[in-house]
């Protein structure tokens, strides 16, 4: 498996800390539905995931199946190292 630039691990740390809080948020507003503040924060987290995503696969290839990530051509599912294998 080739070496990934430091920058790889950064930007992917701080995806996963965003994926963690949105995760959170769910489960907090599954119970708490009406905090109007706590949907402000999961609207602007999923915001910045978003951008965070298409800056990751802008530079390092997608990251997300079944549609929610585009792939270059060639197919480049097949590209690793993969995320989980990091």
């Known amino acids: 498996m080739k070496q990934m630039p430091k920058e790889y691990y ?3 740390e701080e995806l996963q ?3 963690f809080a949105l ?3 769910t489960l907090y ?3 708490h ?3 109007y503040q706590a949907i402000q924060q999961f609207n602007q987290l ?3 995931r978003k951008q965070l995503k298409k800056q990751f696969e802008a530079a390092y290839g997608p990251i997300e199946q079944f549609g929610h990530s585009y792939s270059n051509y060639p ?3 097949d ?3 993969w995320p989980w294998q990091v």
Request: proline share 8%; charged share 30%.
């Open 10 to 12: 950064e930007q992917l």
């Open 17 to 19: 800390a965003v994926d």
């Open 23 to 25: 995760v959170e948020l």
């Open 29 to 31: 507003l599954d119970t």
């Open 33 to 35: 539905p009406n905090d």
């Open 46 to 48: 999923a915001q910045k």
């Open 75 to 77: 197919w480049n599912w």
């Open 79 to 81: 590209d690793a190292p």
